[in-house]
């Protein structure tokens, strides 16, 4: 049973529009991130949350928007899509140990174009 | 700030070959580091982590130990086949337990 969902695993958005990647886990952790994936950079991380009703700036939080409604979801919101933001979009969930020293596991993945 | 830089962009290999890819980090104390790996079209998966100076992680025939010293993590594998053609990904945990943060990654691909 995959332990992180994501969805749409594809989509194509116009500059402007406004896009929602969603993310669910059911792996009962508190800590869930964003990250964006692009040739030359690795993963980068966007937005992260603690638990539900939190939310925090990761290192590119700009034109990003996130929320976590609750300890299962958490959504990435591009309010005004631009076409630097195409990329592919990585959910993770994990649990933070004493020292930061916490495995994540990631969903398959979005792939967002925007032309 | 943390940082983690793997060396090797692309390694190409037969099968049997011995693979090593680099990672080096730079942060204070004594954090986390992790090897990842990356299958076409999936999500990273985790493969194992050393938290120790010395430490060894090991997972599916792949190694790495934890050298303090050297400021290293670097990845080995004494035998690749094909079915290990992938990228890596090396990374350092937050020493304040945020995030991971992630290295370039390494993509591999091993020829019959």
């Known amino acids: 049973e995959a332990a992180v969902t994501q969805s749409p695993r594809n989509k194509v958005a116009v500059t402007g529009g406004k896009v929602t990647l969603s993310c669910n886990q059911t792996?009962?952790?508190?800590?869930m991130y964003w990250y964006r994936q692009d040739t030359g950079h690795g993963l980068r991380l966007i937005h992260y949350s603690y638990g539900a009703g939190s939310t925090e700036k990761g290192d590119i939080p700009d034109g990003y928007k996130a929320s976590r409604p609750s300890q299962e979801n958490f959504s990435l919101i591009l309010e005004l899509a631009t076409p630097s933001q195409t990329s592919v979009y990585f959910c993770?969930?994990?649990?933070?140990?004493?020292?930061?020293?916490?495995?994540?596991?990631f969903g398959p993945g979005t792939r967002l174009t925007v032309l | 700030g943390d940082s983690v830089t793997q060396t090797e962009g692309q390694v190409a290999l037969s099968e049997e070959d011995f693979l090593t890819i680099h990672c080096n980090y730079s942060?204070?104390?004594?954090?986390?580091l992790f090897w990842y790996v990356q299958y076409p079209g999936e999500g990273p998966q985790f493969l194992f982590r050393?938290?120790?100076?010395?430490e060894k992680g090991s997972s599916r025939g792949f190694e790495a130990t934890y050298d303090k010293g050297t400021t290293s993590f670097h990845l080995r594998k004494a035998s690749v086949q094909e079915s290990d053609s992938a990228v890596y990904y090396c990374a350092l945990g937050d020493q304040g337990g945020r995030a991971l943060i992630f290295g370039t990654g390494t993509t591999v691909s091993v020829s019959p």
């Open positions: 993770a969930s994990g649990d933070a140990y004493w020292g930061g020293a916490h495995e994540q596991y």
């Open positions: 792996n009962n952790h508190n800590n």
């Open positions: 942060a204070s104390g004594y954090p986390a």
């Open positions: 050393a938290s120790r100076d010395k």
